[in-house]
Nanobody, 130 residues
Framework: QLQLVESGGGLVQFGGSLTLSCAAS????????IGWFRQAPGKEREGLSC????????YYADSAKGRFTISRDNAKNTVYLQMNNLKSDDTAVYYC???????????????????????WGEGTQVTVSS
């Protein structure tokens, strides 16, 4: 069974940092681009960042640019999202998703339709306290 499991969420103070992990089981991430998304209560799901299969190409939405860093360790079958200078607006459930994709990633990949057939995790809650 293909599965992604997010971890690393929790309660953090305004301005603090967290690193989220997205671990795969039942399959290898080597052929998958991975995206990080979030959804706050009452809001639509928002794409934050994605990374291609070998880690050589990354893309960030404006809300993540400069504060979040996506990375991957294919040997550990895990993708990470380092989040710094967290703000109250970052409070949300964070999800990772994987799609088979080769080549670079960009806005069209992050915001495209491929994620509707992706492998998704269950999410991890991030709460930023002011």
């Amino acid at each position: 069974q293909l599965q992604l499991v997010e971890s690393g969420g929790g309660l953090v103070q305004f301005g603090g940092s967290l690193t989220l992990s997205c671990a795969a089981s039942g399959f290898s991430l080597k052929a998958y681009a991975i995206g990080w998304f979030r959804q706050a209560p009452g809001k639509e799901r928002e794409g934050l960042s994605c990374i291609n299969s070998d880690g050589g190409s990354t893309y960030y939405a404006d809300s993540a640019k400069g504060r979040f860093t996506i990375s991957r360790d294919n040997a550990k079958n895990t993708v990470y999202l380092q989040m710094n200078n967290l703000k109250s607006d970052d409070t949300a459930v964070y999800y990772c998703a994987g799609v088979r994709h080769f080549g670079t990633v960009d806005s069209e990949v992050l915001n495209g339709p491929a994620w509707t057939s992706a492998v998704w995790g269950e999410g991890t809650q991030v709460t930023v306290s002011s």
